[in-house]
């Protein structure tokens, strides 16, 4: 297992002057699930949006596979073909249904047969307990449910990597309980993932590695287990120890 | 008093029964002030010395039904005109939206001219534009061109009317959350598809109410043509004034574009309500 599958080489972001990302060297493995902590901020977000391309970074480098995601082989849409999102807020399209909230990019950018493309669909979501709802508008269903689309529409292009951006946030507590579940399927599929997550126990369940991001620099990674047990950085400690402070941990 | 029930909660409340009173004071002080005001207004307007005047000029049966066939006629003219020019309208502003909404740089230039465009249409009469088209263009004679001044006045409603619906295509398109756009660039989706798959349905949904003002605004508006000396109905009911001196025809065609507008005014108030509810069902 080469720890270079996903490799991120001092990257770099500003928002004007700001500063999000400095310098964040990272490298994923096949089948690894990395977890980024951090408070609000500290460059989590930006750091996904960077290695699916919905954010250009103003230096450094990202490959896939050992290549450089900006390269012309990836052509206009390969990248997020091989690189899949799901955000916070779920983002399903409101004026479709759940079944062609996950067709629309199979039919439209891998030129699928509507036919194809609904049967791949109505199986994943069989997986996840969802094809009741394939023909329910996003409005009609909970948080949890929504989620879960969400997660079937981005494995819908089948996806090397997974980014999962702080996917249960948005959830009430009873909720997250079935998309960590969903998450942890996938674990066991064995999807590459990079998760932001402000849900520590996910963490700690889920990653074989965790990264804690300060300011936007990798202020300390290391398998959960160490990493929360016992934190070198400052930062780290401090983090953690308001998290308990919290009841989060 | 709170009953008090050994198990389970307390049953729903009693219906009250159908009150005569409750429902049927309101009305019949309703009915009584609006006949003892509009009976008053009336009594003033009959009782005025001026009144028979006022009606052989305006509301002249006789003439009324002489002006009603050519006068009719005319307004089936404003009612294409109003139709073709929604139609082109409709389509021809939302490229505009969509071109100046398009974010990559390749459509600067693009976007450049949309907002020239928009201020320079935005700003002019509407009826200088229908003289300067109407009369204008067919006086070049340019072979090829189409020669009537009905189009040309046509195509100078359509260049205004689109500079204000490409603005409200556009504030609907960016009311629709940023995060649709990330969702939808997430997917793969080329600019145009993200365009017309995830943001365009959206963003019509949102300002389909501001659309149906403006097609009962058109459909008055069309009565500009008249100017240049299309015989729609206003430009009919003149004719018929100019040879008897009686303005009837002239109520004629103010009846018809009344029974026109005030229906789809009815229908623009129904969609702007369902689509409030929608709304509040999605908030809930």
Not at chain 2, 150 to 170: D, H, K, N, Q, T
Request: net charge positive; with cysteine.
């Amino acid at each position: 297992m080469g720890a270079d599958f996903l490799q991120i080489d001092r990257l770099t972001k500003y928002f004007g002057q700001h500063l999000v990302l400095d310098r964040v060297s990272l490298s994923v493995a096949r089948h690894e699930v990395v977890c980024l902590i951090g408070a609000s901020g500290s460059g989590k977000s930006t750091l996904l949006r960077c290695i699916n391309g919905l954010i250009e970074p103003d230096w450094g480098q990202i490959r896939l596979d050992g290549v450089p995601i900006t390269d012309r082989s990836f052509g206009k849409t390969g990248l997020q073909r091989r690189v899949g999102i799901v955000f916070q807020s779920y983002n399903l399209f409101p004026h479709m249904s759940v079944l062609d909230n996950i067709t629309l990019a199979p039919r439209k950018v891998m030129r699928m047969t509507r036919e194809e493309a609904e049967a791949k669909a109505l199986q994943t979501l069989a997986l996840f307990g969802m094809d009741r709802f394939a023909g329910s508008y996003p409005e009609q269903l909970s948080g949890g449910q929504q989620q879960r689309v969400a997660v079937v529409r981005a494995l819908a292009g089948d996806p090397d990597v997974l980014l999962l951006d702080e996917v249960t946030a948005a959830l009430d507590p009873e909720l997250v309980g079935e998309v960590m579940d969903v998450i942890r399927d996938l674990k066991v599929q064995g999807l590459t993932m990079v998760i932001v997550t402000h849900e520590m126990a996910f963490a700690r369940d889920l990653a074989d590695r965790v990264c804690f991001l300060d300011a936007g620099r990798i202020a300390e990674e290391g398998p959960p287990d160490a990493l929360f047990r016992r934190p070198e950085h400052p930062r780290t400690r401090q983090f953690l120890e308001r998290l308990l402070e919290g009841g989060r941990l | 008093m709170i009953p008090n029930h050994p198990d389970g909660p307390p049953p729903p409340p009693r219906r009250r029964g159908f009150d005569w009173r409750v429902a049927l004071v309101p009305g019949l002080i309703s009915a009584v002030s609006i006949i003892l005001v509009f009976g008053l207004l009336g009594w003033l307007v009959a009782t005025n010395p001026n009144w028979p005047r006022i009606q052989a000029q305006f509301f002249n049966l006789d003439h009324m039904l002489a002006a009603a066939p050519r006068v009719g006629i005319g307004f089936l003219i404003n009612m294409q005109v109003w139709l073709i020019a929604a139609v082109a309208i409709g389509s021809w502003a939302l490229l505009l939206a969509v071109v100046r909404s398009l974010r990559g740089p390749w459509f600067a230039p693009f976007r450049v001219m949309v907002v020239l465009y928009i201020d320079i249409f935005r700003g002019l009469p509407v009826l200088l534009l229908v003289i300067l088209f109407g009369f204008g263009i067919p006086a070049l004679r340019i072979p090829g061109l189409p020669n009537s001044g009905l189009f040309w006045g046509g195509v100078a409603m359509v260049l205004s009317y689109s500079a204000y619906v490409c603005e409200i295509y556009r504030s609907g398109i960016d009311a629709v959350h940023e995060g649709q756009w990330a969702a939808a660039n997430a997917l793969g989706l080329s600019d145009w598809q993200v365009m017309v798959h995830a943001i365009l349905p959206q963003a019509i949904r949102n300002v389909l109410p501001s659309l149906m003002n403006i097609v009962v605004a058109l459909q008055k508006d069309v009565a500009l043509l008249s100017v240049i000396g299309v015989r729609d109905a206003v430009r009919e009911a003149q004719i018929y004034t100019a040879t008897t001196f009686n303005y009837s025809s002239l109520v004629v065609a103010a009846l018809l574009f009344l029974l026109a507008t005030i229906p789809m005014a009815r229908l623009a108030d129904w969609i702007t309500r369902r689509d409030r509810t929608r709304r509040l069902q999605v908030a809930a």
